[in-house]
């Protein structure tokens, strides 16, 4: 049998905020460069857990605040990359300042309102205490990395420099390899038996379609067999008589040629074959462009130097594009990523075509780390800091800056108690990561703050995560009455 409880009001608070006490004390007690870790056991093996997002998901159980909890850090995690801890610290110390202020008296639909109409304000305090990231140290730094993985990220950095992308890729081996590209590469898979991997002097061919019969442009193939030249066909398949014509070319050794496929499907194959077309300068056979296979001519195949293929990894060196071409597309990729800002997804993809397209593309390999297994997860959250600080600036590190922000929003002293509450609530998440982190240094409150000179925190992410734990420790205030079902044991 269960019983069943209705409970309301502060009562119903006090139990939220209760059963949240535990998953946020174990957040908090990570937070800081020593390494710290929860610990669950999974069957007779014991794991650590050494992010918020990770903690909660195995100590979380199926309250609703704790429910609420572990998916704001989920989504957060899979959309900003970084800073579920401290999320989640400041969701608890807002949740404790506003339970204050809602027993007091302030309702808390209007307590809402009044942090909502804060929020210009805090974004001139960012702004205020924000600097532009000249470098990546102090945002490495805080991340606390082995000295290996901080020398590799660094490398890694410097070879993409500010417009081009770093991907992080597993390998069996021990240790870390870096893989640098220049010019235009992609994740593309054959189209033709054998294994054409090298050409140079390539000519390139971009349709948005599966090519069945290349019409017209036959005798522009033949003619290409005749003068030996090399020719790349990048489309969305090929079959029937054009796939025909090429096998028999290609086997009888008198046509050089190779045919790839995005491995992206849908309207994401469509775009990279658009970006392949701008970066060698190639006319699209496309039903938005008008350019069809009967108007084509060879003045409209695109080139660049060499065309290599490795697996599905394929690079064109010296793509023969139309640098202005090429600038307005990276600008349209560069909207598109703005974006899909909170879409990780969605965002990383364009990320790449961005990085590709732009000719600055590195690939980090991470392999197994004896005392650090979760070394890639870590290099990942702070890859993800750097490209926020890129795009954003940088604070200061240890919690400084955001105690800043706080003594900024205590300078203003409203005459409205609710006012009073919201300015009370945002300023004591914004302390609360410092506190934290004093904490778990072994300083006392009032032993002034951690040295950060060296220490950066992203802006732009500070912000972002600040945001997601008023959102979510106001959520759960605005909770009124809970129906719960315990289970009813006789005796």
């Known amino acids: ?59 979380c159980a199926d309250g609703t605040s704790e429910v609420l909890l572990r998916e704001a850090l989920v989504s957060a995690d899979r959309d900003l990359g970084d800073g579920t801890a401290r999320m989640a610290v400041m969701t608890g110390a807002a949740l404790a300042t506003g339970r204050r202020s809602v027993a007091a008296g302030v309702h808390p639909s209007r307590l809402i309102r009044s942090v909502d109409a804060l929020r210009p304000e805090i974004t001139r305090h960012f702004e205020a205490v924000t600097e532009d990231v000249d470098d990546n140290e102090g945002i490495l730094a805080a991340a606390a990395l082995p000295p290996d993985a901080t020398d590799a990220l660094h490398r890694a950095l410097e070879l993409a420099g500010s417009e081009g992308h770093v991907e992080l890729s597993d390998q069996p081996e021990p240790g870390l390899r870096l893989d640098h590209v220049e010019g235009f590469s992609a994740d593309m898979e054959p189209l033709l038996s054998g294994v054409l991997t090298h050409m140079d002097a390539v000519h390139v061919l971009v349709v948005n379609d599966i090519l069945t019969d290349f019409k017209r442009l036959a005798p522009v193939i033949e003619g290409f067999a005749q003068s030996g030249k090399s020719l790349l066909i990048a489309a969305r398949g090929l079959e029937g008589a054009a796939k025909q014509l090429l096998e028999r070319n290609r086997q009888a050794g008198v046509l050089r040629v190779a045919a790839i496929t995005p491995r992206d499907k849908g309207p994401r194959a469509a775009e990279i074959l658009r970006d392949l077309a701008v970066a060698t300068g190639a006319a699209l056979v496309d039903d938005e462009t008008g350019q069809t296979l009967d108007t084509l001519t060879p003045e409209h195949l695109g080139a660049a130097e060499a065309f290599r293929r490795s697996g599905d990894h394929v690079t064109f060196s010296a793509p023969a594009g139309d640098a202005a071409a090429i600038a307005l597309r990276l600008q349209d990729i560069a909207h598109e990523i703005e974006r899909n800002r909170y879409l990780a997804l969605d965002r990383e993809h364009a990320q790449r075509r961005y990085a590709r397209l732009s000719g600055r593309w590195v690939e980090l390999f991470i392999g197994p780390h004896r005392t650090e297994p979760d070394l890639r997860a870590r290099m990942a959250r702070a890859l993800a800091s750097v490209r926020s600080a890129r795009t954003g600036g940088t604070l200061t590190g240890g919690g400084v800056g955001l105690t800043e922000i706080a003594a900024r929003l205590d300078a203003e002293r409203p005459s409205d108690p609710t006012d009073r509450a919201a300015r009370a609530l945002v300023g004591e998440a914004l302390r609360a990561t410092g506190r934290a982190l004093r904490r778990n240094a072994g300083l006392e409150p009032l032993d002034g703050v951690l040295p950060a000179d060296s220490v950066r925190d992203p802006a732009r992410l500070s912000r972002d995560v600040l945001d997601l734990a008023l959102s979510l420790a106001l959520r759960i205030l605005t909770l009124e009455t809970a129906v719960l079902r315990t289970p009813h044991h006789s005796h």
């Not at 409880?5 to 990570?30: C, F, H, W, Y």
């Not at 929860?38 to 990770?54: N, Q, S």
């Open 1 to 59: 049998m269960t019983a069943v409880r209705i409970i309301s009001g502060n009562s119903l608070q006090a139990e939220l905020t209760d059963d949240l006490a535990p998953v946020l004390r174990a957040i908090a007690a990570k937070l800081g460069p020593d390494g710290r870790a929860a610990l669950y056991t999974l069957g007779a093996r014991v794991r650590r857990a050494t992010t918020g997002t990770e903690i909660a998901r195995h100590f």
